[in-house]
Nanobody, 124 residues
Framework: QVQLVESGGGLVQAGGSLRLSCAAS????????MGWFRQAPGKEREFVSA??????SYADSVKGRFTISRDNAKNTLYLQMNSLKPEDTAVYYC???????????????????WGQGTQVTVSS
């Protein structure tokens, strides 16, 4: 059974930083595509970033500010978020994809397991 548990969210002022963590169990994340998504109130869940093998992808809105990484020894996925903006406020979810292709997938439909989410609030 796959479990993904996010942590690290909170309240931060605009321009600040947060690092989200996603601890995985039941699968070795180094062998799977992993992603971060976010959902703001009244909006669809949207892609933020993803990683598979050594390749990464970012939404245009976070490129240059967010960095995805993983610690294979800890089986944990991270999202370092810098220069945060009020529009980054959302619930952030990590997800795991069973897609066997050796590419980074960005569609949320390609992800099979989801965490419960962690709230990030950026004040202006």
């Amino acid at each position: 059974q796959v479990q993904l548990v996010e942590s690290g969210g909170g309240l931060v002022q605009a321009g600040g930083s947060l690092r989200l963590s996603c601890a995985a169990s039941g699968r070795t994340i180094s062998s799977y595509g992993m992603g971060w998504f976010r959902q703001a109130p009244g909006k669809e869940r949207e892609f933020v970033s993803a990683i598979k093998w050594g390749s990464t992808s970012y939404a245009d809105s976070v490129k240059g500010r967010f960095t995805i990484s993983r610690d294979n020894a800890k089986n944990t996925l991270y999202l370092q978020m810098n220069s945060l903006k009020p529009e980054d406020t959302a619930v952030y979810y990590c997800a795991l994809s069973n897609d066997p292709r050796s590419i980074v997938v960005v569609a949320k439909s390609a992800y099979d397991y989801w965490g419960q989410g962690t709230q990030v609030t950026v004040s202006s």
